[in-house]
């Protein structure tokens, strides 16, 4: 189960990705956020992102499923942190920003369709999202965890599932680990309207 992986391995995912450089993605994202805006961290992982965005000045709610993962958030972390499963949230117009960096790639499509619709309804009129997928159109295991990726095709196919979200910027980069540049990734801003 992707829960039991993250409880065991917090600590190697916690050291390969805190240091990592997403500022180009962050500009993109903020650029639509008021300074001070309200804001999901979904999945915090080593909680590179809610740092970042509490050091921004936003106002921060960090959430992750695994136990271990949210026990160092609690020690890490600044922000509101709560264990939290996406696919339990019930927020209804709180956020002005949901940020989902390589979180919903574990779940398959009817999965990522009803995390989005949560996400919009947490979302106030004009709210928007950021997600990240692994670049392709497979949906398979590696290394013992379930992984959907998606490319523009594939995802724009699946938000024809989803009303009143719209796709605002949409672009693949190279992934940000050094030992991992030949892998790309899908960057998709969401607006709600």
């Not at 065991?8 to 997403?22: P, R, V, Y």
């Not at 996406?86 to 117009?93: A, L, Q």
Request: with cysteine; hydrophobic share 40%; aromatic share 14%.
């Amino acid at each position: 189960m992707i829960k039991d992986y993250y409880n065991k391995n917090a600590s190697d995912m916690i050291e390969n990705t805190l240091k990592l450089d997403l500022q180009p993605i962050y500009e993109k994202f903020e650029k639509y956020l008021k300074p001070g805006a309200k804001l999901l961290d979904v999945g915090f992982g080593s909680g590179r992102d809610s740092l970042h965005f509490d050091a921004k000045g936003f106002e921060v709610v960090s959430i992750d499923f695994a136990q271990e993962v949210y026990n160092r958030g609690k020690i890490l972390l600044n922000t509101e942190v709560l264990l939290v499963d996406i696919r339990d949230i019930k927020y209804k117009n709180e956020f002005e920003g949901i940020w989902a960096s390589a979180v919903l790639f574990h779940y398959d499509e009817k999965q990522i369709i009803d995390v989005l619709v949560r996400c919009r309804d947490a979302l106030k009129d004009n709210g928007i999202m950021y997600v990240s997928f692994k670049y392709g159109q497979d949906a398979l295991l590696r290394h013992g965890r379930f992984f959907n990726d998606f490319d523009e095709v594939k995802f724009e196919k699946m938000m024809s599932e989803v009303e009143n979200f719209d796709i605002s910027e949409i672009w693949k980069t190279q992934d940000a680990r050094g030992d991992h540049r030949s892998q790309y990734w899908l960057n998709v801003i969401l607006t709600k309207k």
